[in-house]
């Protein structure tokens, strides 16, 4: 029987500590097989699809293949399913609601690095762009270190003050704050060179495709820049947007296990993620082991 898990089921069975301790063990073993692949492709209209295929890491005896439909003016903007099947002999173990699934192991993922990567005394955060992905992340962001302040900027002035205190515009919430998450759909940069101080952290979440773009290339070669996968980042990410080669990013892994350090003094670092097959299944599987241990969700069997 393949369990199915919507997003309410997802949530209940969510452990923050145990996922984080997965993300952070996925990175410092390189998980990421050859044969990863991340793809994805403009529709007519406004969307995009994209798939992550295989989601694999050491000693789960399990992967994930996602697909996702992505719509800005949707809600939710991103619908999709989490695959989830046996690496023994492909059984369908469970479909998992896409939208929840990425918007924790982004934020989750998210967190560890602004956690690790911002110095270690900041304690207030500025949010641009007001919606799923960054409730997820500052909620994971507060399990990490002690948050003080939190302003936020969006479009739309209610959401934004459901998160923090709102202000006026980006740099205004730049400007209030220690850290930075933005997490937008925006096509053109939203913060310029001009916005940077000593000791700023910044993570963007919205290089996951190409087009998108919230940062300045001329932002992003006069900070320490961090990927999640430099390769990735070069054709599809942040680096592809703003031209740059992937020896201009530091991997996370390399931080994480310490062969990068955390910070250079105190020059401004930018965390811009793209997103990799094998974080949905650091997810996937243990709130898969979670539903089936526990009030059993609905099933269905596909043969």
Known sequence: MTLLLSRADVEAALDVPTVLAALDAGFRTAARPPAAQRVGTRLPGPGTAVCLIPGLLPDVPAYTVKVNAKFPGASPALRGIVCLHSLADGELLALLDSA???????????????????????????VIGAGAQSRTTLQALRSLRPIGKVVAYDLDPARAAALGEPVPSARAAVEAADIVITATWS?????????????????????????KTELSPALLRVSRLVVDDAALAATSGVLHGAALP?????????????????????????FAPIGLPWQDLALAWPVYLAARAGTAPASFDFH
């Open 100 to 126: 929840s699934v990425t918007a924790w192991r982004t934020g989750l993922a998210a967190a560890l690095a602004t956690h690790v990567l911002a110095p270690p005394s900041a304690d207030s955060v500025a």
């Open 187 to 211: 096509r053109d940069p939203l913060l310029d060179a001009d916005v940077l101080r000593p000791g700023l952290h910044l993570t963007s979440l919205g290089f996951d495709e190409p087009g």
């Open 246 to 270: 992937p020896s201009a990013a530091t991997p996370l892994a390399d931080v994480l296990r310490g062969i990068a350090p955390a910070h250079q003094g105190d020059r401004p670092t930018v």
